[in-house]
């Protein structure tokens, strides 16, 4: 069974770098496409980004200028990093694995995803 | 970018009875490429359908997709108490863009 483990801080100030970190357990960590998402009342469900076991990303255009995700494939990890965050960023946050991505794609394992608070 | 819009916003059944959930994209997609899931509160959302008809492993049959081009649709054949929750579809498209739509609330009547 494919868990997902997030870690990282929720509750940042104006302008700080929020940073997370998920780790993989159970089944191939290649193969796939490992993902961030977060939700927020006012967004609903926003697709990030996401990246292989290479280190191949792709970004939410709208997001990309503030974000960098990053994988450590011997330890089964990957992180996120969203800088200079604003009332806005604040979401849930979740990892997930992104399969099927050249015929089905589908997220079919998620985390149990992370309150992020932005305030002075 | 792609835009997913479900309807209704919500939906009050009964246990028992039929559910239809509407998603229609701004363009054509491919139907490989339409998913839907289910949240509960506190909770992560739960893969049901990909590829618009396949069900996800584990997932009751009484909740089957179908649809194609712009028009998509989760049918749950007799609502079970623990079905009440947030519906949401899902696209992918080449680029890579991902989208979701706003979610259908089922609620019991």
């Known amino acids: 069974q494919v868990q997902l483990q997030q870690r990282g801080a929720g509750l940042l100030k104006p302008s700080e770098t929020l940073s997370l970190s998920c780790a993989v357990y159970g089944g191939s960590f290649s193969g796939y496409y490992w993902s961030w998402i977060r939700q927020s009342p006012v967004k609903g469900l926003e697709w990030i980004g996401g990246?292989?076991?290479?280190?191949?990303?792709n970004y939410q255009p709208s997001l990309k200028s503030r974000v960098t995700i990053s994988v450590d494939t011997p330890n089964n990890q990957f992180s996120l990093k969203l800088k200079s965050v604003t009332a806005a960023d604040a979401a849930v946050y979740f990892c997930?694995?992104?399969?099927?991505?050249?015929?089905?794609?589908?997220?079919?394992?998620w985390s149990q995803g992370t309150l992020v608070t932005v305030s002075s | 970018e792609i835009v997913l819009s479900q309807s209704p916003g919500t939906l009050s059944l009964s246990p028992g009875d039929r559910a239809t959930l509407s998603c229609r994209a701004s363009?054509?997609?491919?139907?490989?490429?339409l998913a839907w899931y289910q949240q509960k509160p506190g909770q992560a959302p739960r893969l049901l359908i990909y590829?618009?008809?396949r069900r996800a492993t584990g997932i009751p049959d009484r909740f089957s997709g179908s649809g194609s081009g712009t028009d998509f649709t989760l049918s749950i054949s007799r609502l079970d108490p623990e079905d009440f929750a947030v519906y949401y579809c899902q696209q992918y498209s080449d680029s890579p863009s991902i989208t979701f739509g706003q979610g259908t609330r089922l609620e019991i009547q």
């Open positions: 997930a694995r992104f399969s099927g991505w050249l015929s089905t794609p589908r997220f079919d394992y």
């Open positions: 363009q054509t997609i491919s139907s490989s490429y």
């Open positions: 990246i292989n076991h290479f280190g191949s990303t």
């Open positions: 590829g618009a008809s």
